[in-house]
């Protein structure tokens, strides 16, 4: 009897010290310094909430899944993605479900899904993605880049004195350039305000038309097809999803459209001087894999930027306008 206890307790002893030895390598680091988590078994549940579908959130919640997946290892994340389908008022149930399922983590995509996710928590992390302006969209004053608490994130903001010059090397003989945007966005305003001062310094007369939601668009881009020369379109997500319909007034009018992103471009624009969001998306995972694992501590964590910006060009509108591209512009494949 007592030889078989010894064994008991040996076999005991040999499975604790067999688990302190596994637990120890919870995550591991990456000849590049990325963070991934070893087959301990344990997973993270990540909710991913985009407010619309269309090219560049799209883009940046694929970037974000490939490469948060490829971090951590398809068996230790799962990553659910809700899109509330352009209603900003739907973001808000979305988050809640995603905080009472009590997840690891929350990918906000666009200011309102940010917006109703810090609503929403203060204890899970959250990060944001395809945000221009995280002063703005928080209602930060004199925004130093690190928001603090559970918040952070990648912005997709590009150099708006290059895109107002865009406007000047593009149509140097144009006068009045009419700014078209969703007043309903925040980071839309900021961006058209900004974009209006570069462009005044030029020697343009700005005019803004904002429209309140999908209803009205059609109607105050005719205004101002009307009444410009050329049209400035920031990185504005209801224009994004309803580009056809700017597309729609302004080629047949002959109104040139300067836009703040690449999608809106392929739809209506002319020229752009954008990023990638598919990069935007891999920068965000590697942030949110290393707040999982511990390597970073999101209240310190400041809001990350791109680190290229492509000018690009939409060759059927500028054949459709009779317009040669410049020199030094891609087009849009």
Do not use: R
């Not at 499975?15 to 963070?35: I, M, P, Y």
């Not at 999803?241 to 302004?250: Q, Y």
């Not at 059927?316 to 512009?329: F, N, Q, S, V, W």
């Amino acid at each position: 009897m007592k030889k078989m206890l010894a064994l008991v307790l040996a076999a005991c002893m040999l499975l604790v010290l067999t688990a302190c030895g596994s637990s120890g390598a919870a995550t591991q680091t990456t000849a590049a310094g990325e963070t991934a988590a070893a087959s301990d078994g344990e997973k993270y549940v990540v909710g991913v909430c985009q407010l619309v579908p269309h090219d560049a959130l799209d883009a940046a919640t694929q970037g974000f899944c490939d490469k948060l997946t490829e971090l951590l290892g398809e068996d230790n994340v799962e990553i659910k993605v809700q899109v509330a389908a352009g209603d900003s008022a739907t973001c808000a149930p979305i988050v809640n479900a995603f905080v009472a399922e009590e997840v690891d983590l929350i990918m906000a995509n666009a200011t309102p899904a940010l917006q109703a996710a810090s609503q929403a928590t203060a204890d899970i992390p959250i990060l944001g993605t395809s945000v221009t302006e995280y002063g703005v969209a928080m209602g930060i004053e004199d925004f130093s880049g690190t928001i603090g608490g559970n918040i952070s994130g990648t912005s997709d903001l590009a150099p708006l004195d290059q895109q107002a010059q865009m406007v000047k090397d593009w149509f140097p003989d144009a006068k009045n350039v009419g700014l078209l945007y969703c007043s309903a966005e925040p980071n839309s305003q900021y961006q058209v305000d900004t974009v209006q001062k570069y462009l005044e310094e030029l020697g343009f007369t700005c005019t803004q038309y904002p429209f309140a939601d999908s209803n009205d668009m059609a109607a105050v881009t005719q205004t101002a097809a009307d009444n410009s020369d050329v049209i400035y379109v920031p990185t504005d997500n209801t224009v994004a999803s309803g580009s056809g319909i700017v597309d729609g007034i302004c080629q047949p009018a002959g109104i040139p459209v300067i836009a703040g992103e690449e999608g809106i471009c392929g739809g209506c624009g002319v020229a752009t001087l954008s990023i990638s969001y598919y990069d935007l998306g891999v920068k965000t995972a590697e942030m949110a894999a290393q707040i999982l694992t511990g390597e970073a501590d999101i209240s310190t964590m400041p809001v990350s930027y791109a680190d290229t910006f492509t000018p690009k060009y939409n060759a059927a509108i500028c054949e459709a306008l009779g317009i040669t591209p410049l020199e030094g512009y891609e087009a849009i494949g």
